[in-house]
T-cell receptor, first 114, second 109 residues
Framework: DAMVIQNPRYQVTQFGKPVTLSCSQT?????MYWYQQKSSQAPKLLFH???????NEADTPDNFQSRRPNTSFCFLDIRSPGLGDAAMYLC?????????????FGPGTRLTVL | GQQLNQSPQSMFIQEGEDVSMNCTSS?????WLWYKQDPGEGPVLLIA?????ELTSNGRLTAQFGITRKDSFLNISASIPSDVGIYFC?????????FGTGTRLKVLA
């Protein structure tokens, strides 16, 4: 089945130790997103790629970076995780289509910062 | 960031009851999506709406795209215990989505 896959599902890192979360998709969608979600709040968009074009949200901290080496994969890099970065990180994809824009989420990666 | 007004914030209902929740916005959207999220999981798409006035069903779920394009509602009929979770609406104009604040649903058997 076509899907959005996130690895790992659970990640533990130490304060200040860089961490990378990964996302892959078999939907062949041209838009990929990274969201941060805390405590059952609504997902908060960090950035998205439209094809290779990177779009950062204005309030996304510089500590968060992203890479999209090809259509299928996208990575979230947290350069120096702080305690406040502990959250669920959600990857999502959509196909740029003005008639049927639909966004699909992966299962998420729960990040713990010690 | 911007969020949609979603209500109710939470609700307890008895099994078998119908449930209704809605989202309102000050902005016009071209797409409304409804998601359900279980604890520790990503949101799962329930229903997608693409046209003002559109009414779409998915099993016991029915959602409508408001005629003004500024609101949407989701109904769940004959609720069952597995309907428990958080329901989010999301609206978009292009391919960036604005999320509602969520409705936490608890079903009492």
């Amino acid at each position: 089945d076509a899907m959005v896959i996130q690895n790992p599902r659970y990640q533990v890192t130490q304060f200040g130790k860089p961490v990378t979360l990964s996302c892959s998709q078999t939907l062949n969608h041209n838009v990929m997103y990274w969201y941060q979600q805390k405590s059952s709040q609504a997902p908060k968009l960090l950035f998205h790629y439209y094809d290779k074009d990177f779009n950062n949200e204005a309030d996304t901290p510089d500590n968060f970076q992203s890479r999209r080496p090809n259509t299928s994969f996208c990575f979230l890099d947290i350069r120096s995780p702080g305690l406040g970065d502990a959250a669920m990180y959600l990857c999502a994809t959509s196909r740029r289509d003005i008639h049927t824009d639909t966004q699909y989420f992966g299962p998420g990666t729960r990040l713990t910062v010690l | 960031g911007q969020q949609l007004n979603q209500s109710p914030q939470s609700m307890f209902i008895q099994e078998g009851e119908d449930v209704s929740m809605n989202c309102t916005s000050s902005s016009i959207f071209n797409t409304w999506l409804w998601y359900k999220q279980d604890p520790g999981e990503g949101p799962v798409l329930l229903i997608a709406l693409y046209k003002a006035g559109e009414l779409t069903s998915n099993g016991r779920l029915t959602a409508q795209f408001g005629i003004t394009r500024k609101d949407s509602f989701l109904n769940i009929s004959a609720s069952i215990p597995s309907d428990v979770g958080i329901y989010f609406c999301a609206g978009s104009v292009t391919y960036k989505y604005i999320f509602g604040t969520g409705t936490r649903l608890k079903v009492l058997a």
